[in-house]
């Protein structure tokens, strides 16, 4: 089966961290965009993070950029959502995903998600 599976998630303070891990079965990452996305309870999706499949170079939107980094490690079969200086608006339901090209900070041509991982950011 071609698999996601996310792990990391919780409850953090402001200002706090936190990883977010995806590993993949059934397929190997390296080929794929990787991207993270978030979704707050009422609110649509949202993309959050994007690695390009080909060169590696990685887009981040405006409200995380500084604060968050997205990477890959291709000999663990595994993607990670760095998260730093949390705020509470960054409290959502976050989910990783594996598709075919970056456009910005989004991620194209889903092959597969995550189950997703609650992220509550709270004092």
């Known amino acids: 089966q071609v698999q996601l599976v996310e792990s990391g998630g919780g409850l953090v303070q402001p200002g706090g961290s936190l990883t977010l891990s995806c590993a993949a079965s059934g397929f190997t990452l390296g080929a794929s965009a990787l991207g993270w996305f978030r979704q707050a309870p009422g609110k649509e999706r949202e993309g959050v993070s994007c690695i390009s499949e080909s060169d590696g170079t990685t887009h981040l939107t405006y409200f995380v950029r500084g604060r968050f980094a997205i990477s890959r490690d291709n000999a663990k079969n595994t993607m990670y959502l760095q998260m730093n200086s949390l705020k509470p608006e960054d409290t959502a339901v976050y989910y990783c995903?594996?598709?075919?090209?970056?456009?910005?900070?989004?991620?194209?041509?889903?092959?597969?998600w995550g189950q997703g991982t609650q992220v509550t950011v709270s004092s």
């Open positions: 995903a594996a598709g075919s090209y970056c456009s910005g900070y989004v991620t194209y041509d889903i092959l597969s």
